[in-house]
């Protein structure tokens, strides 16, 4: 699937793209209590670019310029930008 093709509440989402730039990782509070690590990187292929939300482990598993592929993955909407996000049942590799 490209990155274009993806839309707001998709779910079962398996895309490639190359990882453009990975941001600072912040603190935040869950929903179900605690807090968890969470970063925001961008990855692109040819048809366009979207955000992907990393949690806990999974910042430090890519860096800029990495191609990555994501399997499972869901599309959520957060302050009217579409992210991917992989969830607990999805899978981030590099590609």
């Known amino acids: 699937m490209k990155i274009s093709e993806l839309k707001a509440g998709m779910r079962n ?7 453009d730039s990975v941001g ?3 603190t935040v509070n869950l929903k179900a209590g605690g ?7 961008i990855i692109s292929d040819e048809s366009g670019s979207i955000k992907l939300s990393l949690w806990g482990e999974d910042i430090n598993k890519v860096r800029a310029g990495d191609r990555v592929s994501i399997e499972n993955g869901y ?3 957060f302050k009217g930008e579409n992210s991917i996000n992989i969830g ?8």
Do not use: P
């Open 13 to 19: 989402v398996s895309v490639t793209g190359k990882v």
């Open 88 to 95: 607990k049942f999805g899978k981030l590799t590099k590609a």
């Open 35 to 41: 807090t968890n690590d969470v970063a925001d990187a």
């Open 24 to 26: 600072e990782s912040r």
């Open 75 to 77: 599309i959520n909407t």
